[in-house]
Nanobody, 125 residues
Framework: QLQAYGGGLVQAGGSLRLSCKAS????????TGWFRQAPGKEREFVAA????????SYADSVKGRFTISRDNAKNTVYLQMNSLKPEDAAVYYC????????????????????WGQGTQVTVSS
């Protein structure tokens, strides 16, 4: 089970850090990612991180501004969002996929088998 939190209202140019905490003891066996969905738009990939944290991937729209990281000891994955833009406003979802043997990152939403409930990010201009 995943629980995302940390969203809120921020001015353009500001920062937020999202967190996603997973229940269970085998979080280190899950590759994880963040997706977002704005009103009237499809869910889109934002960032992903391998289960070890050694590999990451970002959507072009957030490269250089967002950073994904994880702390397996705390069963938590983070998304640090800097230089936020109004177009970053969306509901952000964390996702996890059990993958005990590879160190790949997953950018395709269809490959994730667990999803958090979403946290709203609003960016005012």
């Amino acid at each position: 089970q995943l629980q995302a939190y940390g969203g809120g209202l921020v001015q353009a140019g500001g920062s937020l850090r999202l967190s996603c905490k997973a229940s269970g003891r085998t979080f280190s066996r899950y590759t994880t990612g963040w997706f977002r969905q704005a009103p009237g738009k499809e869910r889109e990939f934002v960032a992903a991180i391998s289960r070890s944290g050694g590999s990451t991937s970002y959507a072009d729209s957030v490269k250089g501004r967002f950073t994904i990281s994880r702390d397996n000891a705390k069963n938590t994955v983070y998304l640090q969002m800097n230089s936020l833009k109004p177009e970053d406003a969306a509901v952000y979802y964390c996702a996890a996929d059990y993958d005990a043997y590879s160190l790949r990152v997953i950018t395709n939403a269809a490959e994730y088998d667990s999803w958090g409930q979403g946290t709203q990010v609003t960016v005012s201009s």
